[in-house]
DNA sequence: CTTGACCTTCCCATGATGGGAAGGTCCACA
DNA sequence: TGTGGACCTTCCCATCATGGGAAGGTCAAG
């Protein structure tokens, strides 16, 4: 099997397959005579579970933990679900962090008359004037997750 | 005033507030002679706007906009309100998807005993056997979203 | 033998931010 | 007057995960 077949297997982009090689996240490839890199259905599994764990927002370094694990038959469940866990909590910050931004947007969005006149209580607040909603949200680290259609 | 102090008062840091004359999101400061950039309330006030966009999770685009709106005194507040509602409705998709991903990760969280075994369902899951929950997370672009503590 | 669909490597861009080096400037204090 | 430290300047690099595209090799079918 060829690059571009473990993708479309896989779900996984030729681009990122290469990629996740050349950051060691999965192992070198052979390569047949032409220097074309061979994939099993061995390596396709592996390239599914990190699809998986992709679309669940873990990160590449997550993942690569996770990667682990599943290849350690010596692993405990409890240090599977930390990882989980975790990342449950990292997610739901973010969460938080932009419903507060969604709440005050909503409440300036829902003062501002949106018709045809100037005056606009949503610049107001971002000019400082007018603090109508001094929202509080908490410094969080929003950072990736950016799933495609899940598996 | 020194870009020190700009940045002291309007929460930007000196770096940002470089680059954002770089890719001229605010127009380049005047110079002292010894090359210092000065700046002003006025310029202060450009800052802290900006600072409360990106607080707010606008982009830098998204700011730059609503600055300019800020800036036109002949603007409609339903310019304004459009940008802020594209804007929940960006945010509103990305917090559905990471719902999505916090529901599946607790339900498989809890089927893991957690314990010194190595028998994991997340890894299951992962690994596409006991596809336990085929989430269905829409092909939502979960980007930036930064925020340190907000204005 | 040509055409087109593959594959290879290499470099660049994204978005917003920080780190740090190398060098100039300014002020306060001894 | 000198010097140290706190500023400022520009320039380059790193992040994170991904895609785009160029330049060139390979292969299979027509």
Redesign the interface.
Known sequence: MNIGQASEASGVSAKMIRYYEEIGLIRPMGRTGNNYRVYGDEEV?VL??IK??R???FSLEETET?LK??Q???????A???V??A??GD??R??A??????K???H??HC?????????P??D????EAPAVP?????????????????
């Open positions: 599994h599914r579970f998986r764990a679309n669940l927002g996770l694990l599943w350690d038959k010596d692993r405990t469940s409890a599977v679900k930390d989980a866990q990342h449950i997610l739901e973010r969460i962090e932009m419903q507060g931004m969604v005050t947007l909503k300036l969005a501002c008359g949106g018709d045809h006149r100037p005056n606009c949503i610049l607040d971002l000019a400082g929202v509080k949200t908490a410094p969080v680290k929003t950072g990736p997750v950016k799933t495609g259609t899940s598996a």
